[in-house]
């Protein structure tokens, strides 16, 4: 896998403080779990708010607060056995709760299924399911879609992009991504406003998809 999109510094940094909605995590968790050069510059990140936390100044917990933390501690846990990896790299597999026969999907039309992911409220995640050679229709964003690839590869009008690859789209991006012929196409989408469809179906469409 050859990865040539990558998360950007202000992705990471905002992932490194804990300042990403529980969607726009997953997507960047996914990515790390995936890239050795994004896990790197998020180490970098990490170790700046280590060094933040470092040199603040230390505030007093009440008496006893060390006693009563290591009695609730209890024995330790044996470390849990590495969990079998299916389809899904580790952050997502506990979402989709399953490999990819567990994901329960629903059509969108023209063989593009979705299935949307409980998070918390502010953004939303999804997996999308584009046959090869398929068309997502086009569309713009009001705000921010990051789109991560997980089988076969997309185009649209900025680049391609394969596994591995995530796309950040902004407002003023608007594509009309397709799949590449000869496999499918398995993404995880998340995004914090809905989408702009130019075409009227897709529009009338959106609140019951929810995209
Ligand atoms: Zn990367």
Same mark, same amino acid.
């Given at each position: 896998m050859t990865i040539r999109h990558h998360l950007s510094n202000p992705l990471l940094m905002a992932y490194a403080a804990g300042n990403l909605s529980e969607a726009f995590g997953l997507v960047v968790a996914t990515h790390i779990s995936l890239c050795d050069e994004c896990r790197a510059r998020l180490e970098t990140f990490e170790a700046v708010g280590g060094a933040v936390v470092d040199s603040a100044d230390t505030v007093a917990m009440a008496d006893g607060s060390l006693e009563s933390v290591l009695a609730r501690l209890g024995p330790q846990d044996a470390a849990p056995a590495p969990r079998k990896r299916g389809f899904f790299p580790a952050p997502l597999a506990d979402y989709v709760g399953?490999?990819? #026969? #567990?994901v329960h999907w629903r059509p969108l039309g023209m063989g593009v299924r979705q299935a949307i992911l409980p998070t918390a409220r502010g953004a939303s995640a999804r997996l999308l399911y584009i046959p090869a050679g398929q068309a997502v229709p086009d569309h713009g964003h009001r705000g921010t879609e990051l789109t991560l690839v997980l089988q076969g590869a997309f185009r649209d009008e900025s680049d391609r992009f394969g596994v591995g690859d995530v796309e950040i789209a902004t407002e003023d991006l608007e594509h009309t991504p397709v799949a590449e012929a000869g496999m499918d196409c398995i993404c995880l989408a998340a995004t914090d406003a809905p989408l702009r469809f130019r075409a009227m179906l897709p529009r009338l469409l959106q609140p019951i998809f929810r995209i």
């Open positions: 399953g490999d990819l #026969a #567990a």
